[in-house]
């Protein structure tokens, strides 16, 4: 499988960007999709999921309000709308699979596919 993330750059604080994930060589609805993101010196974190038909959504608590994750499995994508952005959500973010039973999962492990990232910076 092949996840391709982009729409990461450079914007100020409150500012809003919107990131993608499309996905090749797999059936896209099999899986559970996930962001998480890596901030310098840092572990990863998680920041949202969302099921395979899209209709369940979790959040950390740190973009609860302010990230939207939603997927259009026409199109194989899953999409990361961050609005109101902070210097804090300054990372790398990532797109991942999973094949996890249920609607979703704020566990690193579970998923076993990983896109290769795509930054992100906040400016104060």
């Known amino acids: 499988v092949q996840l391709q993330a982009s729409g990461g750059g450079l914007v100020q604080a409150g500012g809003s960007l919107r990131l993608s994930c499309a996905m090749s060589?797999?059936?896209?609805?099999?899986?559970?999709m996930g962001w998480f993101r890596q901030a310098p010196g840092k572990v990863r974190e998680f920041v949202a999921t969302?099921?395979?038909?899209?209709?369940?959504?979790y959040y950390a608590d740190s973009v609860k309000g302010r990230f939207t994750i939603s997927r259009v499995n026409a199109e194989s994508t899953v999409y990361l709308q961050m609005n109101n952005l902070k210097p804090e959500d300054t990372a790398v973010y990532f797109c991942?699979?999973?094949?996890?039973?249920?609607?979703?999962?704020?566990?690193?492990?579970?998923?076993?596919?990983w896109g290769l990232g795509t930054l992100v910076t906040v400016s104060s």
């Open positions: 969302i099921s395979r038909s899209g209709g369940f959504t």
């Open positions: 060589g797999r059936t896209f609805t099999r899986y559970v």
């Open positions: 991942a699979t999973s094949v996890v039973s249920g609607s979703g999962s704020d566990v690193a492990y579970h998923y076993n596919e």
